[in-house]
DNA sequence: CTTGACGGCTAATTCGAATTAGCTTACAAT
DNA sequence: ATTGTAAGCTAATTCGAATTAGCCGTCAAG
């Protein structure tokens, strides 16, 4: 990796570790192994380095829209793939869902930051809500239409249901980008949270008692 | 309110809205009516404001404990009231829990500066996942699992079942901090989602396809 | 009536962090 | 070989925001 994604790929660390304001561009130089005026020889200054980082993020999610995307063609897509779908397959789109946003690193320190910097400007703010609570809902609730009108699960309200699925998830989400510690719990908690969502809204079966 | 308070009360709406470091003492000032030296005269310096914030804010934690308090002890008390509860009372515990955390403008304004601020001590995010988090999920697990007890509600597995309450609460409040004008959208997803909630889990009874 | 402390003001001062100036080396292209 | 440019460095410089100095009016207590 060269000097000036170096520089973005530290930046973007301590941004999402102590905010834009604290870090110093002295702090990211260090990072990369520079002095801070060589930092002005990759970009005009330390906003421009902020700028670019959220360049970057957006190239990469439309870069990546093969992985797990997020965007209503494609989970009409996905959707065939989901229309009888087991319990265990329904677990995996969770656990997908969840570790996806959890463990790539950029998009992890991305989201950090967003939620530290959605003042910076309201754009940030309104990125973060779509990437993390409409977005996903809404391919979530593409998915799960289609689990009812195939007939595995079934409901009155997709909506209600769509946010019973996803909120959890956010919920372990948050939890984890505070507390990283608490992975091991919360992924052991989305499993039960996704056998119990599965039970809840399974057509026509009774609520089973024993294990 | 005298000028002390003053200062605390438009120092915590600007930090905020833009972040401990984005205010300047003199915005701070200038809202209290008075230039920015003058502010010396009541607080040490612009850390000694921010830290009388949190101060006043466990304070007032304590002083209210009365309302809707988030405690174990308490939670054994209240218990008693939901122990058979009806739907509408239900969505009313819910309401309450939402609109207690959504409109106090204190909790609002604080919330959002934890938010922000979580970075700026590990203590603030701490009081933020303990506020958030685990209180509410600690005392609205006590009164599931009363209702549980009490033959109301039936469930395997409370937790999860409190994950299933509280995260779609937990999101919509996310949501309209960051975007208040969806706040009647959010009341009405709220007690369908009540609603919802309370027909999945509801003893016995097998859910209904009607309005 | 005078004194002192409270709370305000304007005009410095300080200080730290961003940025610029100007020099140097490496090295690729002509 | 020469030249130009990229990328680094040290040593300024700038600049903005926090803080301090020092002055003034008010008012309550003695």
């Not at 809204?201 to 024993?210: D, I, L, M, P, V």
């Amino acid at each position: 990796m060269d000097t000036k994604h170096r520089i973005l790929d530290e930046a973007l660390t301590l941004f999402s570790e102590k905010g834009y304001a604290n870090v110093f561009v002295a702090d990211i130089a260090d990072r990369v192994g520079i002095k801070a005026p060589s930092l002005y020889k990759h970009y005009k200054n330390k906003q421009a380095i902020f700028d670019a980082i959220i360049e970057e993020m957006n190239r990469r999610f439309l870069e990546q829209a093969g992985a797990l995307q997020i965007n209503g063609t494609d989970a009409l897509v996905d959707a065939e793939i989901y229309k009888n779908i087991s319990e265990d397959q329904l677990i995996t789109l969770g656990k997908n869902l969840f570790l996806y946003f959890l463990h790539d690193e950029y998009t992890r320190r991305f989201r950090k930051m967003l939620t530290i910097e959605q003042f910076h400007d309201k754009k940030l703010s309104d990125v973060y809500m779509k990437k993390y609570v409409d977005d996903p809902l809404s391919y979530q609730g593409m998915l799960l239409e289609m689990m009812v009108s195939a007939g595995v699960l079934q409901t009155e309200n997709v909506e209600i249901m769509t946010l019973h699925f996803y909120a959890p998830i956010y919920m372990l989400l948050t939890i984890c980008d505070r507390e990283p510690e608490r992975e091991t719990e919360a992924l052991k908690t989305l499993e039960a949270h996704i056998r119990q969502f599965n039970r809840l809204y399974a057509r026509n079966e009774k609520k089973h008692s024993g294990q």
